[in-house]
């Protein structure tokens, strides 16, 4: 992790180590992962540097993600708050090994503050905070959901579904969550610790 910084000042480029780098960061590293994840205000090219593989995502609104400045052995890297780990890891789940996987890093994602979470929601498309809702509702984190809920109740846009790749026709009124207004369109299997 001590590079990253050097390296993103000098293509010029905000960042925060995201996804399952930033997750092992906050403890939740059930599986290794072969990739260092990075998310930056604009395209930068994945490569390859001392056999690590690094894998990056663009978001605009790199600067307005709540992160945390870490020290590291040459230099300070900016690596996504908690809360902000947990969107990610939804928003972007087929990057991290799908659904289940990031169910089980979620469960071991320890320390989510509720109000943080809640006030994150509005600046995230409401898709994925539903699937996070959902997901960590369903994990053994004992995060308190309720100002998650709160911030999407006055939301009534149609269902979200969890799975947006799968199919939805035939997944009946029982796949419907109507706390969350998630489509349980896909089987989500985290593994047991």
């Known amino acids: 992790m001590d590079f990253i910084n050097l390296m993103m000042e000098h293509l010029g480029a905000s960042y925060y180590v ?17 990739e260092f994840h990075v998310v930056a205000d604009r395209p930068v090219r994945d490569r390859k540097l001392s056999g690590l593989r690094l894998r990056f995502f663009v978001d605009k ?19 996504a708050s908690r809360e902000t780990t947990a969107f990610d890891l939804v928003e972007r789940a087929d990057a991290f090994a799908g659904l289940s996987h990031v169910a089980t ?29 959902w997901l960590l509702e369903r994990s053994a984190n004992p995060v308190d959901l309720g100002p998650l809920h709160e911030a999407l109740v006055a ?24 706390r969350w207004r998630v489509l349980a369109n896909s089987l989500v299997e985290p593994d047991e610790f």
């Not at 890093?105 to 989510?112: K, T």
């Open 18 to 34: 995201s996804g399952l780098s930033a997750a092992a960061h906050w403890g939740s590293s059930h599986q290794a992962s072969q």
């Open 61 to 79: 609104a790199v600067r307005e993600r709540p992160t945390v400045r870490v020290t590291s052995a040459t230099s300070m890297v900016r690596v």
């Open 105 to 133: 890093v979620l469960a071991e994602l320890e320390g989510l503050d509720p109000e943080l979470l809640a006030a994150q929601a509005p600046a995230r498309k409401v898709h994925v905070a539903r699937r996070l809702g």
């Open 155 to 178: 939301d009534r846009s149609p269902y979200t579904a969890l799975d947006p790749g799968a199919p939805t026709a035939g997944s009946g009124k029982q796949a419907r969550d109507r």
